[in-house]
T-cell receptor
């Protein structure tokens, strides 16, 4: 069945350093890859997404890269700040043909002072 | 607040009781999704609607679970004869044609 693997499960970085989270997916029909941030006790919030027709997308300190051939995609956060501490989920979807999102298990990001 | 809303936010029930949750999507969003999230895991897809039509149900959704969206606006998720394994956060999301799903705050269910 469809599966999204995410690692690491926990990541600690010094404030100001970069953080990288990596994911792989199994369904070759996936063409939409959102990333969600979830703070404790709150709803998942979309922070960035990428469609399969592009290889990279950037929004200020956040960037996502996609390698469709290898079925890999990654989230990069630069110049990390304390408010970046949260759980991050990668996900994959077929888009309009089949809209359900398959989530990874999450990465708990700790920003150390 | 024009975001996705869910009611109740918390529900404690005894095993064997029925519970019903409500989700109000962002207005004009024609797609509505239900997910379940347990501690330390990502959300797992349960079912989704396009307007009134329920288009897909996960194998996770046993016969004790039923969802409706009678007028293509709000949706309800009912769990009959609750079990302790049903304890989780039940999340609702909605989207339009842009593919982006916006999540509600969730209903946290505890079955004793």
């Amino acid at each position: 069945g469809e599966n999204v693997e995410q690692h690491p499960s926990t990541l600690s970085v010094q404030e100001g350093d970069s953080a990288v989270i990596k994911c792989t997916y199994s369904d070759s029909a996936s063409n939409y890859f959102p990333w969600y941030k979830q703070e404790l006790g709150k709803r998942p919030q979309l922070i960035i997404d990428i469609r399969s027709n592009v290889g990279e997308k950037k929004d200020q300190r956040i960037a996502v890269t996609l390698n469709k051939t290898a079925k890999h995609f990654s989230l990069h956060i630069t110049e990390t700040q304390p408010e970046d501490s949260a759980v991050y989920f990668c996900a994959a979807s077929r888009g309009n043909r089949d809209d359900k999102i398959i989530f990874g298990k999450g990465t708990r990001l700790h920003i150390l002072p | 607040d024009t975001g996705v809303s869910q009611d109740p936010r918390h529900k404690i029930t005894k095993r064997g009781q029925n519970v019903t949750f409500r989700c109000d999507p962002i207005s004009e969003h024609n797609r509505l999704y239900w997910y379940r999230q347990t501690l330390g895991q990502g959300p797992e897809f349960l079912t989704y609607f396009q307007n009134e039509a329920q288009l897909e149900k996960s194998r996770l959704l046993s016969d004790r679970f039923s969802a409706e969206r009678p007028k293509g606006s709000f949706s309800t998720l009912e769990i009959q004869r609750t079990e302790q394994g049903d304890s989780a956060m039940y999340l609702c999301a909605s989207s339009s044609a842009t593919w982006t799903q916006y999540f509600g705050p969730g209903t946290r269910l505890l079955v004793l």
